[in-house]
């Protein structure tokens, strides 16, 4: 009997089986403000992003892909794989940018059970928008995840970067963050190369205030805004490399998207959307559809394009699926598991995708037809007040439904609502659902999520049209938050804090008024 080769087969068994059990890891690098066509891969004719460009060429492209119209939003919805509008925010506020409540579900929470380590590294954004007053219990650590290294929000003008809790420096040095993220990132995986792990590198750049590093200055054919995506791509070059180096390509998910369209106002130091109608801020599809690839040696096809209807929401459930998670069920979640699509097995996805701009809905798409809807606005509202982000023409009220085939006019030029009556018909009962469901401007979604005391805050307690009046004078307290630039003032707080002469105003049942 040949004992040795016995031995060697028993152990060559084990060694395969443990493989196989081997729970996959997770990488999404997550810009900000890139737009659809931003890259070298979805059809840039200035920007070089050779790295992405291989990751496609080695993995797959997702060419109606969808996030949301801004940032916390955005990255709201991929955490949480849900609309925004559903995600209970802390002390039941309903800001444009969602302050995630600590009892919602993160991927890095699903994750953990399955003995995942789990990391942020970059921009968070929900912990409200701010770089001065975060809550500290709802940064990374507070919602899942072992470690964070970045900033609390956006660049606006300054970074303060923190490790964990703690702030390590008040006014970082911008052009060196897209290199620092990424360091920390490679040592997080080095690390963790023995045990299962979820990276999310979320990038500060793109959006502005621009900085690149010496090395990439002046590089690009595609201006400042082109050399910060070159960097970008470049250090996305490094977390391929290393994952490969460390054995680890079989095995790792790499994915890479943006939190939102291109910001038109920066103009040279926005981004492009093209084919696609304008940029952030919007519902037209340069608003929310942006870059997706997703590369996965052995798993993923190579070199292949998908059109099929995904969405940041998705990410979440597949990503579960795939590491044989369990999603919560106490809850609704509006992402769905498209990790058959990713590997190339399941090629038809019927289910409607709604368009939320800040608290209102826009629009909806299912299958190749999108309806946008007809709207009014006040000129006080949280949507008029970003209409300077926008070309003219897309920053309008819509005085009539618009239906578009993207299949055929990808750039929503053609209103086809009156040849096709009975497609109209269709989605505007979808509209009508998800305004019962997740909920609207003006109206309480029956599944959306509240998990403190009353009051339950609605947005349509925000629409200027129905606002009282008050006088300046009559302010007797200012626990304000707001942007006072608009005439519009939000309220934290449940308690009478202001007289209208000796009226008390119970601001537990007024959201937001109008100062004039």
């Known amino acids: 009997m040949n004992f040795p080769k016995i031995i060697f087969t028993i152990l060559l068994g084990s060694m395969l089986s443990l493989a196989a059990a081997r729970k996959p890891n997770f990488v999404i690098i997550f810009t900000d403000d890139q737009g659809y066509q931003d890259l070298g891969c979805f059809g840039s004719p200035d920007i070089s992003t050779p790295n992405i460009d291989r990751m496609a060429a080695e993995g797959t492209r997702f060419t109606s892909f969808y996030a949301q119209t801004i940032c916390g939003p955005s990255r709201t919805a991929l955490m949480t794989s849900s609309y925004p509008l559903r995600v209970a925010q802390d002390k039941n506020g309903c800001e444009i940018h969602p302050v995630v409540h600590s009892k919602e579900i993160t991927i890095a929470e699903v994750l953990k059970p399955q003995g995942y380590k789990s990391a942020v590294f970059g921009k968070w954004d929900l912990a409200t928008h701010s770089q001065k007053n975060w809550i500290d219990e709802l940064l990374p650590r507070g919602q899942g995840f072992d470690y964070f290294f970045g900033t609390p929000t956006s660049n606006d003008s300054v ?5 964990n809790e703690e702030v390590i420096e008040r006014k970082a040095e911008m052009s060196t963050l897209t290199q620092r993220y990424t360091d920390e990132a490679l040592k997080f995986i080095e690390q963790n190369k023995e045990n299962p792990f979820f990276v999310y590198l979320a990038h500060t750049m793109p959006h502005t205030k621009l900085a690149v590093s010496k090395e990439f200055k002046g590089r690009s054919k595609g201006g400042f805004y082109g050399d910060v995506i070159e960097e970008v791509d470049h250090n996305t070059g490094r977390v391929l490399k290393t994952i490969k180096d460390l054995g680890l390509d079989d095995n790792t998910y790499v994915i890479f998207t943006s939190d939102n369209g291109p910001w038109l106002l920066r103009k040279a130091h926005g981004g492009n959307a093209l084919p696609l109608r304008s940029g952030k801020t919007t519902c037209w599809e340069g608003g929310l559809r942006v870059p997706f690839v997703i590369r996965a040696p052995g798993k993923i096809p190579a070199g292949k394009t998908n059109d099929l209807l995904t969405a ?3 990410l979440m459930p597949s990503i579960a699926k795939l590491a044989g998670a369990k999603l919560p069920t106490d809850r609704v979640l509006d992402g769905i598991d498209i990790s058959k699509v990713w590997h190339g097995t399941q090629h038809e996805l019927e289910r409607p995708y709604f368009y939320y701009q800040h608290f209102y809905l826009r629009g909806v798409r299912k299958g190749n037809w999108k309806l946008m809807l007809k ?9 008029a007040k970003w209409r300077n982000h ?3 023409k897309d920053s309008k009220p819509l005085a009539s439904h618009q239906l578009f085939n993207l299949k055929e006019d990808v750039g929503e030029t053609s209103n086809l609502a009156k040849k096709h009556p009975d497609k109209l018909a269709e989605l505007l009962k979808l509209a009508e659902w998800a305004r019962n469901d997740i909920g609207d401007y003006n109206r309480l979604g029956k599944n959306a999520r509240f998990f403190d005391p009353e009051p339950k805050r609605i947005a349509g307690q925000t629409d200027s049209k129905t606002l009282p009046d008050f006088s300046c004078d009559s302010i007797t307290k200012d626990p304000l938050f707001g942007d006072p630039a608009n005439g519009d003032f939000r309220f934290q707080t449940n308690s009478p804090a202001f ?9 537990s049942k007024v959201g937001l008024l109008k100062i004039h």
């Open 312 to 314: 940041t929401i998705d």
């Open 159 to 163: 970074v303060r970067l923190l490790r």
């Open 390 to 392: 926008v070309a003219s």
């Open 499 to 507: 007289k209208m002469g000796n009226v008390p105003i119970d601001l």
């Open 375 to 383: 709207h009014e606005e006040g000129p006080k509202s949280f949507t």
